[in-house]
């Protein structure tokens, strides 16, 4: 699992200050991927997941409604936390928007050296 290149989507519009937030869980994000933009059957993408087929289908159905939600509903959508397992760590930068993925903790940036950069990944493993 790869974090997204950008952390959401606002409608155009909607001044981001009067927005309500949908907020989509990075696993969320990688079903959508998987299925939607990689054109995997589900019993392959959930295998990649690391999960049942079942388990799978519903956190793919409930990513679906969320997307659908934010559309119908005119709402932002962040992309965030959640429940994952990933080996590296993921980190963002503030200040040049580069995302980073590193075998360790990292605690600047390594396009523009910046020290403004979040950790978006849970506790690595």
Known sequence: MMPPLMEGFKPFGIARRELEWV???FEEFEAIRLVDYEKLHQEE???????SRPTFTRL????????????????GILIKGGTYVTEN??????????????????SQCRGCESDDIIQLSGDSK
Not at 45 to 51: K, L, V
Not at 60 to 75: C, P, S, W, Y
Not at 89 to 106: Q, S
């Open 23 to 25: 907020t989509l869980f």
């Open 45 to 51: 993408a959930a295998g990649i997941m690391n999960i």
């Open 60 to 75: 793919l159905d409930k990513a679906h409604r969320k997307i659908a939600r934010a559309f119908v509903e005119g709402k």
């Open 89 to 106: 760590f993921w980190y963002k930068c503030h200040n040049c928007n580069e995302t980073m993925i590193t075998m360790k903790p990292a």
